[in-house]
């Protein structure tokens, strides 16, 4: 070996032991800033929006370039071998954009068909072809009546508005001690009280009472976001303002000096620099009525915005909500009301001989529909729905979903099938739960894993109430299976740890399975 080789290479090395040291110095001063923001940990920093384009809107850009996720960032990340999905970085890739309009051709083409030939069939010179039809007869059944309903489920959530705006201005009605209670009560009786008379005036119309409760879902997460979070802000100004009078008779009390540092950084933290709307003047109607508006989930007092309304994008959403509603109602007249007729069908005979083999039958029948279905109603109320929304009400953060498509766990599903809920759950549920502290050693009650139980079983009950409010019946199904995903994410980390295409072929099959043995047993037992 040369001289020359020699001393290049001891650069070398010395070069990479600066590096080594620098990296270190950094990791270490990032640990120091950590531990100084944990110092004063803030409660409601937890969720963060940003100004953002929808994943599938950058995918099928003409951007030329490849869009990895971020499960399959997450999972690279944890490999410790290079990872079998390589990056290519090459500025000239093929898109398939061309593909996505094929599949989507092909689907108007398939609908058009079976539409024509279902409108021949029913139509006749004395009634309209919709009125032989459970889809299309639900769907256009007593709409002004729908709607009018709607707005009142709507108009009933401002009546929590005077309970917020009393506990964020009086001194003396505190949240902790009656506002939060009397929200309690109102949210139940929201709930519970808007199911029943959904039960009640829809009791026919299986559409208008699933689309109604789930719109008081929404209605009930808002309500809850909002009070919630401002009743928190109310207790941290009446906290602020009881030290600062002490803090004058007892100046070296390091209690309420931290009280003080601690409630002043929680309310600054809020605003976004926006002086005029520092809490309690973020209190307003209008605020309220802008947050009712938005096409989110956790409240919080200033969001990313955008400068303009886009015409054409906007024009392109509605496009596509009639567009797939136009689909879906196909899909579900022509593919998956036979099936699910045989299988009512089938219940009802207790002694039909091969039953169960049958219910298999149709089940298989069900499952190409029902997959189909899924897939639209996602893009549906995901990607058209809530960009539409955002769009017309100049909200920026699109980040309404991620590639679930690419789940390797249902716990990645969980997060990125439907992220405004995922945030709802993880910030009014999850961390909820983990701020409950023991008074004596500060310490949380709850373990990270009894949170996570207590944050599944919350979301199965309300996925069973959805099933009842479409199949009147409670049997249970989907909150089992709904649990069920806790131990087939272990699994799913165990079995296929190092085996991601394996992973996501399980999730896709359970995926389709799933949906439609759901739709089955409710049916048929």
Known sequence: MSSATKKKNQSKSANNKKNKQLDKQTEKSDKEIKQADNEIRLQYNDISFKAQQTILDKYISINNSKFAGPIIAKYKAKRKTDSIIEVDND???????????????FIFFVIANHFIQFYIKNKSEEQWFWENSLIWSNMFDNLPYVAFINLLMYLSIFLCYPVVKAVSTSSKFRWSNTGRNIIIIFELTFCLGWMYILYQLFNQNWISRIYLFLYSLVLLMKIHTYCFYNGFLSERAHDLRVAEKKIKDEPNNETLKKIIDYSKKELDNQNGDVESLKFPNNVTLKNFFDFTT???????????????IKKSYVFEKVAAIFGIIFVMMNVAEIFMIPPAMDLIEL??????????????????????????????????????????????????????YADWWNSIT????????????HKFLLRHVFHALKNITDEKT?????????????????????????????????????????????????????????YPIIANVSFWFSICVGSSFICSVYLAF
Not at 91 to 105: R, Y
Not at 410 to 421: A, C, G, L, R, T
Not at 442 to 455: A, D, F, Q, R, V
């Open 91 to 105: 500025d000239n890739l093929i898109q398939f954009s061309g593909f996505f309009v094929l599949g989507w051709m």
């Open 347 to 400: 219940s009802e005979n207790p002694t039909e001989p091969y039953k169960f083999l049958k219910m298999l039958l149709y089940l298989t029948q069900l499952i190409p529909s029902f997959i189909t279905m899924y897939v639209l109603v996602w893009y549906l109320i995901w990607d058209a729905i809530l960009n539409c929304i955002a769009e017309l009400t100049y909200f920026a953060d699109r980040e309404f």
């Open 410 to 421: 249902w716990d990645d599903f969980s997060k990125y099938w439907n992220i405004p809920v």
């Open 442 to 498: 500060n310490k949380p009650k709850l373990s990270t894993m009894g949170c996570i139980l207590i944050t599944f079983i919350i979301s199965s009950i309300f996925h069973e109430m959805a099933m009842f409010m479409l199949f009147k019946k409670f049997r249970y199904y989907i909150f089992l299976l709904q649990m069920g995903q806790l131990p087939l994410t272990f699994l799913h980390y165990k079995l296929f740890k190092n």
């Open 294 to 308: 938005f096409p989110v989930l956790v409240y919080q007092i200033v969001y990313p915005r955008t400068n303009k």
